[in-house]
DNA sequence: ACACTAACCGACCGACCGGTCAGCCCCGAG
DNA sequence: CTCGGGGCTGACCGGTCGGTCGGTTAGTGT
């Protein structure tokens, strides 16, 4: 009962390592680990389930060489504006805006690394701690540290907290945007814009509203 | 959907029952819908397969059941403090630190209907909007929409992004708890009182240095 | 005593899983 | 030309999955 790969329209050319890999890449994004076979990956991939583990060894090797590959996308440089001397609420506002832009632009992989990170346990999340994310996070803390000795930023909240809500709030409403855009009220799941401008505004100056709570300053 | 199956129509209980359900949240919150088995959960509730097929009549309309109870456990009444006239402030800051003590009260029901947040599609986040989670954000939407209308927050922010990012930074802490407690710099992973305290004081007051407040940045 | 029924069980089924294996095809080296 | 080896395949394996089946036990109304 196997089908010969028509492939309409697509190339005809050798299914190789890379074909298994964005395949798999593909569906394990959307259903997890568990909810996909080998034999979906290699029909996806146009070849025949054998020829996978012919390339990777085993599931869970092919597993963690998406997740690598993965890993290396999320992390290159994120944070080169800062160098800048533009307003830090500038610059927070484009950095959310951008890695909310990000996920959506390549969803699939977004999805595999939160998926990784709610069903790591303690053990795996030390792991992941240390040999992925350490180095993104690290950076993202020592730009609020700068920016807090630099003045300009409460210095009673830790740069680790205010990293871990940046990353939470797109996480979040990314993770959630299927969910959100049926809720009462929410009209800014699909306006990444205006959604990165609302969040910064709110993590850089709060909710209370100025006029009321006038504490001696005027606004611009 | 239709029950050919011995139908157990009514509200019929047993401690069977009860004992199949307890086993089949523990371990579905533990590992996810296709991480458990059957056998797995009747093993667990020290009874046969078969006799949990008997009571429910598929492994889906079990793990149904199962997130009914789940969010029937979430549900009930989050806001009865909002009624009070206190500083809005300190309720927020009530309100974050509840939601999350909860959440690290029972994580298995936690990470239950994470998951379930994830792994939806845009047709089942619309059937979880409708059904499950949209009493509870509307509540929680209406909540802040009040307090905008007695003065007091910000009006150009919509009441659904605040809501949104107070469950999002919760949801997240928690999410990533066993990541977060090893990177640099995070220290407020287990004092949930001093999280609560911090997430809602940003929220609030914001990022901003209020001592320099002022927009004009010098470079140094 | 009987009939009826829900609760419960061991054994079983077909489907599918991850993984293996012997061998085919193709191509470059000798 | 032969030869060998890597990409690739269909057939197959043991095991587990969700789900079914025939039958037994316990309780209850008559």
Redesign the interface.
């Known amino acids: 009962m196997s089908e010969p790969p028509p492939n309409p329209g697509g190339p005809q050319r050798s299914a190789g390592r890379d074909e298994i890999l964005a395949a798999a890449t593909d569906l394990f994004g959307e259903s ?1 680990y ?2 996909v076979s080998m034999s979906a990956i290699a029909q996806r991939a146009g070849i025949s389930k054998a020829n996978v583990f012919h390339h990777f060894g085993s599931k869970d090797a092919l597993y963690l060489e998406v997740m690598r590959a993965a890993r290396a996308y999320f992390e290159p440089g994120t944070e080169r504006l800062i160098e800048q ?1 533009q ?3 500038e610059q927070l506002r484009e950095l959310i805006g951008r890695d909310f832009a990000r996920m959506r632009e390549h969803p699939d992989l977004a ?1 595999l690394i ?2 990784e ?6 053990s ?3 792991a ?3 040999e992925v ?2 180095e993104h ?2 950076e993202l ?1 020592g730009l609020f540290e700068q920016a807090q000795r ?6 009673d ?6 990293a ?2 940046a ?3 797109n ?3 990314f ?14 799941v699909d306006d990444g814009e205006r ?1 990165a401008t ?2 910064a ?10 006029q ?2 006038a ?1 001696g ?1 005027s606004d ?1």
Chains 1, 2 share one sequence.
């Open positions: 997890g568990d909810g001397n307003d830090f609420g999805r939160l998926r990170i709610l069903e790591s346990g303690p795996r999340g030390q992941l701690a240390s994310f350490g996070f690290a803390t630099q003045g300009g930023l409460a210095r909240i830790p740069p680790a907290l205010i871990t809500l990353i939470a709030c996480t979040m409403l993770q959630s945007q299927h969910l959100l855009r049926h809720l009462p009220g929410v009209d800014f959604y609302l969040v505004r709110v993590l850089l100056d709060g909710l209370r509203d100025e009321k709570d504490e300053e611009a």
